[in-house]
C-alpha cells in the first residue's frame, strides 16, 4: 500500500470509529498513531496538540491534518483530512435529505455505551501521554495544577491559559536541563509558503463579509458565515454551535427545530462534530444542489483550520529546535495531559457514567485497551452493544 494510501485507511478507519468528541479523538489519535503505527512520539503528539490548542478552530480536526502532514506533507494532510470527515459528513448529507430517520437519539442505549468507550479511550491517553510526558515532579505538578484549574473554572480560554502558564513554568524550571537542537530548520520555501497561508486567511476573514454585502449572493453569504464561525471559535465543535445558530437561524436560512435536529444527530456519529455543517449546508439550500452546498459548508468551516495549521506548523517546529523552547513545551505538554485529565472527569465521566455498572464496563473497556491491546474499533463496538443490551 502506498504513503498516501496508508494514510486514507488509516483516518477513514479512525473517522468510522472515533465516537464521544474531540477529546475522545484526540485519545482514539494516540492509540493509532502514537502506540500502534508510530508515526509520531509523544512528545511530538503532545506539541502537536498544544499548538492546536492555541489555534481557533477543531482542535482534534487540526490535529489530523499535522499528523497527515507529518506522515505525507500537504498531500498527506489533505487525505488524512478528508477521509477522517468523509463518514461523519456523508451520514449528515443523508439525514439532511431525509434518508435517514434517526429519531429521538436523547436516550438511545448504544449511544450510551458509545459514551462509555469515549471514557476508556480518553483514560488510556490521559495515563499513557502522563507516564511519557510528566516524568518528574514539576512536570507532574503542572498537569494536576492544570487539571484542578479547569475544573474549577472549566472554558476554552481556561484551557489555552493553563498550556501557557505551563510552558512559562516549563521555561523556568528547565531552561538549563536542555539543549538545542542541531537539526536542520524547516526550507525557506515552505517558510514562504506558510507565511502565504496565514495571508490567505486573514484576508478571507476580512473579505467575505465585504464580498457578500456587496454582492448580496446566497452563496458567497453562506461560504461566509461557515468560513467565519470557523475562524473564530475556540474549544471545538460544541463551542461553534451557538455560532452557527446566530448566523443561520435568525436570517431564516435554517429552522431552529432543523438546527437542533441536525445537532441531536451529530452527537450520534463519529469524527468531528464540524460534520454538522454539512447538514446545515444543505438544509439551507433545498433542492437538487443541496448536497454541492452541504460540500460548499463543510469545506468552508474546515479551510481557517487547514489554513492556520499549515502557516503555523514551519515556525512552531523552527522554534521547538532551541533549548528554551524545549523547556517551554515540556511545561506545555505535562499541562496538555492536565487538560485530559480534566476533560476526563468533565465532560466524559459526567456524561457517560451514571452508576455502578457503567463505571466496571468502562474500566473492562480500559483494561481491554491498556493491557489486553484490544483495537479500539472492537471496544467501540464492544460498547455500544453492552449499552444497547447490558446497561441502562
Not at 512552531?316 to 476526563?344: C, H, I, K, P, T
Request: hydrophobic share 60%; with cysteine; charged share 10%.
Amino acid at each position: 500500500m502506498s504513503r498516501l494510501g496508508e494514510i486514507a485507511w488509516t483516518f477513514f478507519k479512525l473517522g468510522c470509529t472515533s465516537f464521544g468528541g474531540p477529546i475522545a479523538h484526540l485519545g482514539y489519535l494516540r492509540a493509532e498513531i502514537v502506540e500502534r503505527r508510530r508515526w509520531v512520539d509523544d512528545a511530538r503528539y503532545g506539541d502537536i496538540v498544544a499548538l492546536c490548542q492555541f489555534l481557533p478552530g477543531p482542535a482534534s480536526s487540526q490535529v489530523v491534518f499535522a499528523l497527515g502532514m507529518a506522515r505525507g506533507g500537504i498531500p498527506g494532510a489533505l487525505v488524512a483530512s478528508v477521509c477522517f470527515t468523509l463518514p461523519s459528513a456523508a451520514l449528515m448529507l443523508g439525514f439532511a435529505w431525509g434518508v435517514a430517520r434517526l429519531g429521538d437519539l436523547a436516550h438511545a442505549r448504544w449511544l450510551h455505551g458509545l459514551k462509555l468507550a469515549a471514557v476508556a479511550v480518553v483514560a488510556q491517553a490521559v495515563w499513557g501521554m502522563g507516564q511519557k510526558l510528566c516524568v518528574d515532579r514539576p512536570r507532574i505538578s503542572i498537569a494536576l495544577a492544570a487539571a484542578a484549574g479547569l475544573l474549577v473554572a472549566p472554558s476554552a480560554l481556561a484551557q489555552v491559559g493553563v498550556i501557557a502558564i505551563g510552558g512559562a513554568i516549563g521555561y523556568l524550571v528547565y531552561r538549563r536541563s536542555f539543549e538545542a537542537s542541531v537539526a536542520p530548520p524547516p526550507a525557506r520555501g515552505r517558510h514562504a509558503a506558510a507565511v502565504a497561508a496565514l495571508l490567505l486567511f486573514g484576508a478571507s476573514l476580512i473579505a467575505l463579509p465585504a464580498i457578500a454585502r456587496a454582492t448580496g449572493d446566497r452563496d458567497v453569504a453562506l461560504f461566509d458565515v461557515f468560513y467565519r464561525s470557523g475562524s473564530l471559535v475556540f474549544g471545538g465543535g460544541h463551542v461553534v454551535l451557538p455560532l452557527l445558530r446566530a448566523e443561520l437561524v435568525p436570517r431564516g436560512l435554517v429552522s431552529d427545530d432543523a438546527f437542533l435536529a441536525g445537532y441531536g444527530a451529530a452527537q450520534a456519529l463519529p469524527g468531528p462534530l464540524f460534520a454538522l455543517s454539512a447538514y446545515l449546508g444543505a438544509v439551507a439550500c433545498p433542492g437538487p444542489a443541496s448536497a454541492a452546498h452541504g460540500v460548499v459548508a463543510l469545506v468552508a468551516i474546515f479551510l481557517p483550520a487547514w489554513l492556520l495549521v499549515f502557516g503555523a506548523l514551519p515556525f512552531w517546529e523552527r522554534l521547538r529546535r532551541f533549548a528554551w523552547a524545549q523547556a517551554s513545551l515540556a511545561g506545555a505538554n505535562a499541562a496538555v495531559v492536565g487538560v485530559l485529565l480534566a476533560a476526563l472527569y468533565d465532560p466524559v465521566i459526567t456524561q457517560g457514567v451514571h452508576g455502578k455498572a457503567d463505571a466496571a464496563a468502562a474500566l473492562l473497556a480500559f483494561g481491554a485497551l491498556e493491557r489486553w491491546k484490544a483495537p479500539p474499533w472492537l471496544v467501540v463496538a464492544a460498547m455500544a452493544a453492552a449499552g444497547q443490551w447490558l446497561l441502562g
